[in-house]
């Protein structure tokens, strides 16, 4: 069994450590690259530290873009000792996206290039945010981080013995994630979950479907739902199951 999430990414790590946990592609129709447990633990460890060094510790941060492997480590580094997650739809208009900031009280972004006008426009109409990290830009700019460069910051803090983000200690039955519906009734809700939501179901799930190192995952369902992040993303790294991310 396992009590939260930052214990199932520690114990995976240690149980699975250079197997693939991710296969990632560097351009569009090139080859899968394997990113292992262990990598994936240190990415995460990086991040979450810079982040905390940023101050946004117990703060709420909006993460929005297509499935990939950054998805995955901004939004673990969020949960993982940081503050709370706001998964958002990359599909949404500007204006929801920025009544969504708004809503959720969010202090910062982590956004793909892909949204980046959109994360843009919304952000002159929210109140709230103060920092928006890129996925994808490689060095720091006006507007935005690099999530490259606070990666390799955190990892190297880390190394200088910095370690209030290893050591942040995690409430399973406090909010860790909050996560929009889709609104179609009506306003969109905010719907609060911890780690224990996530942790049991990830352990009931276990019980009956095998998705072990022999198998690969393939990620193409909106990891902003509760169904892609906790059947496959989280399910898999209980597992020690590779998944890799569809382009399309």
């Not at 990598?39 to 990086?46: A, K, S």
């Not at 969010?106 to 996925?135: C, D, H, P, Y």
């Not at 990666?151 to 880390?158: A, D």
């Not at 996530?198 to 902003?224: E, F, K």
Request: charged share 20%; with cysteine.
């Amino acid at each position: 069994k396992i009590r939260d999430l930052k214990q199932m990414m520690e114990s995976s790590a240690a149980l699975y450590g250079e197997r693939p946990a991710y296969l990632v592609k560097e351009r569009p129709g090139g080859p899968y690259q394997p990113v292992s447990f262990r990598q994936l633990r240190e990415d995460i460890n990086g991040l979450g530290t810079a982040l905390l060094e940023l101050g946004l510790a117990g703060q709420k941060i909006a993460i929005i873009g297509e499935n990939r492997y950054e998805w995955v480590v901004s939004h673990m580094a969020v949960v993982c000792g940081t503050g709370v997650s706001v998964p958002l739809d990359k599909e949404l208009p500007v204006a929801e996206i920025a009544n969504l900031l708004n809503r959720s009280g969010a202090s910062a972004i982590i956004f793909s290039s892909k949204v980046e006008r959109k994360v843009t426009e919304a952000l002159q109409q929210a109140s709230g945010v103060t920092l928006a990290v890129s996925m994808d830009a490689r060095e720091h700019g006006e507007a935005s981080r690099s999530l490259t460069l606070l990666t390799q910051r955190g990892t190297y803090l880390i190394s200088q013995g910095d370690r209030s983000y290893l050591d942040a200690p995690i409430d399973p039955e406090a909010l860790a994630i909050l996560l929009f519906t889709s609104g179609t009734t009506g306003l969109a809700k905010g719907v609060m979950l911890c780690h224990r939501n996530i942790c049991y179901n990830v352990y009931a799930m276990s019980q009956y479907v095998n998705v072990s190192r022999d198998n690969v995952g393939l990620s193409m369902l909106p990891m902003h739902h509760t169904y892609e992040q906790t059947c496959l993303i989280m399910t898999t790294m209980y597992q020690g199951c590779p998944v890799a991310f569809c382009e399309g």
